[in-house]
């Protein structure tokens, strides 16, 4: 889960960062976005900005983990792109993520 107002990467999701980096290991030529999302809670401008911060922020956990990025691109969307009605906090946290 992504915490409101947070560009920081969730300590808790280290193990699921692991295992996407040996992943793009495999496939370290393909280009690749990464993109931040949003809720649809706060100005549109802000959560644009933070969802870009977002998907900046995971390209450093990514190098760490000897990942060669050059190919990668991040991406903000903010809250163009929900997937959920915004209507409860479920559906708030589930739009709040990082897709590769």
Do not use: W
């Not at 809670?41 to 450093?60: D, H, I, Y």
């Not at 009605?85 to 479920?90: D, G």
């Amino acid at each position: 889960m992504v915490e409101p107002g947070s560009d920081s990467v969730d300590p808790m999701r280290q193990d699921l960062l692991d295992l996407i980096a040996k992943l793009l290991q495999t496939c370290q030529e393909m280009a690749l976005e990464i993109s931040g999302h949003t809720d649809s809670q706060g100005r549109e401008e802000m959560n644009q900005s933070l969802s870009k911060s977002r998907a900046t922020a995971v390209l450093p956990e990514i190098q760490r983990r000897r990942v060669f990025t050059s190919n990668f691109v991040a991406k903000g969307y903010g809250e163009s792109q929900l997937i959920v009605k915004n209507y409860t906090q479920e559906g708030r946290e589930t739009n709040r993520r990082i897709e590769f």
